[in-house]
């Protein structure tokens, strides 16, 4: 296991990886290809999960945040989408300051609207009013933005990163039983890395006093878990989080069962792509020769995986043969 800080300075020496601002980083060259490739294998991991692909906005309206109690639990992270006013005298004197930047800045009208914080609350904001026949299962992926400096780390701890997101809506059975698969399957998408990972229940960091409660639920019920990379130096790294809501999002958005009326539950198994990166770099090197071939290994399970289903269907034969 290599160290984030060996990693991230390799990427840096390579001109791999810069950072424009505080938070925002850039990859290219070999860094940039393999994030494209893990990113293939976290997107198919996803669809299978939830067949139902969605494309969601770049924003969301803050009011769907609010229903969703948002500004009581995370107030922290957000980061809100602004533009510039209409008028002719503020936009004359941006086009014509000796620093442009700070007249735009003193010009900027506020949008009623945030960059996402995470990619599932489109989905229960688009499924709002609705009376469910069957769970749904949407897979979907967004640019998401959580201001946390100064704890900004390069790949582990962004403003702006990379989430796949597969949801489901339905009865409370269905929402458990599907947070489950997804954890089998982000366990089994680690090993198929190389990734040494661990599940282990968490909390989410409510800001509020009044909402420490949720944290104690979550420990209690164990509603959130976390599929974590220990590095050498420095805190855990969770890969991805594992998400029981309850009721909570379909009380919040009035989705309801058509069976009995009752507010639907909902579960999200979540990755963010940078830190899949990141930890496939701590587990491998940050240089490409040291790197599997993701496209070798994924033709090589789906070759066990279609030799399995094949020499179960000859036991299968073979079972009926002597039935009969």
């Avoid at 976290?42 to 692909?53: D, H, Q, T």
């Avoid at 009208?109 to 990619?119: E, M």
């Avoid at 796949?164 to 929402?175: L, P």
């Avoid at 070759?303 to 039935?323: P, Y």
């Amino acid at each position: 296991m290599f160290s984030a800080e060996r990693v991230i300075e390799a990427l840096r020496a390579r001109r791999e990886l810069w950072e424009p601002a505080p938070g925002l980083i850039g990859l290219r060259g070999e860094t940039a290809a393999l994030r494209e490739a893990i990113a293939r294998e976290i997107a198919a991991v996803s669809r299978a999960l939830a067949p139902e692909p969605w494309h969601v906005p770049a924003a969301l309206p803050l009011a769907d945040l609010a229903r969703a109690d948002y500004f009581l639990s995370f107030p922290q992270w957000l980061t809100v989408a602004a533009h510039l006013g209409a008028e002719d005298a503020a936009l004359e004197r941006v086009a014509n300051a000796a620093d442009p930047v700070d007249e735009a800045c003193a010009a900027i009208v506020p949008g009623k609207v945030a960059l996402p914080p995470a990619a599932c609350y489109h989905v229960y904001a688009a499924l709002a009013g609705m009376r469910l026949g069957r769970p749904v299962h949407v897979s979907t992926v967004c640019t998401c933005f959580r201001h946390e400096a100064p704890a900004f780390r390069p790949l582990a701890r962004d403003w702006s990163f990379t989430m796949y997101e597969a949801v489901c809506v339905g009865g409370s059975g269905d929402a458990e039983a599907f947070r489950r698969r997804g954890e089998a399957a982000a366990v089994a998408l680690a090993a198929r890395l190389g990734l040494p990972v661990a599940v282990a229940q968490a909390e989410d960091p409510f800001y509020l006093p009044t909402s420490r409660g949720r944290a104690l639920l979550q420990r209690v019920k164990a509603l959130k878990h976390e599929l974590v990379v220990r590095p050498v130096s420095g805190p855990p790294l969770a890969l991805a989080s594992f998400n029981q809501h309850e009721r909570f999002f379909g009380n919040a958005f009035d989705i309801r069962l058509l069976a009995d009326g009752g507010a639907a539950s909902s579960a999200c198994i979540a990755f963010g792509l940078e830190r899949w990166l990141l930890a496939f770099l701590l587990a491998h090197g940050p240089e490409p020769r040291r790197w599997p071939n993701l496209t070798a290994r994924r033709m090589e399970d789906s070759t066990h995986e279609r030799t399995d289903e094949r020499e179960a269907a000859v036991v299968g034969v073979r079972n009926d043969a002597r039935q009969s």
